[in-house]
Nanobody, 119 residues
Framework: QVQLVESGGGLVQAGGSLRLSCAASGSTATINAMGWYRQAPGKQRELVAL?????????ADSVKGRFTISRDRDNAKVTVYLQMNSLKPEDTAVYYC???????????WGQGTQVTVSS
């Protein structure tokens, strides 16, 4: 099992920055990928950024050049960050942390954190 706890959301003006954190605990050694998704009202959940265990990353086109995903590991605890710069009102959404363990074909989700960007 993997537990994910997110923090760092909030209200920010357009052009501002926020950093989201996702602390993973449990069976973190077998996590293959961690990422951030978001869901705006009335829209489907979409991938924002993904970091694979080999360090490779993927970003949605809409956030390339503005968002950066990174990871820290301290023994069994893994923390994934999403640094969000030059925020736009269209970035407003609930952001969810996600972790995938291919060995058990399971993915895990955090509780979500609200990001609101005012114009």
């Amino acid at each position: 099992q993997v537990q994910l706890v997110e923090s760092g959301g909030g209200l920010v003006q357009a052009g501002g920055s926020l950093r989201l954190s996702c602390a993973a605990s449990g069976s973190t050694a077998t996590i293959n990928a961690m990422g951030w998704y978001r869901q705006a009202p009335g829209k489907q959940r979409e991938l924002v950024a993904l970091r694979n265990s080999d360090g490779s990353t993927n970003y949605a086109d809409s956030v390339k050049g503005r968002f950066t995903i990174s990871r820290d590991r301290d023994n069994a605890k893994v923390t994934v960050y999403l640094q969000m710069n030059s925020l736009k009102p269209e970035d407003t959404a609930v952001y969810y942390c996600n972790a995938v363990r291919s060995i058990v074909k399971t993915e895990y989700w955090g509780q979500g954190t609200q990001v609101t960007v005012s114009s």
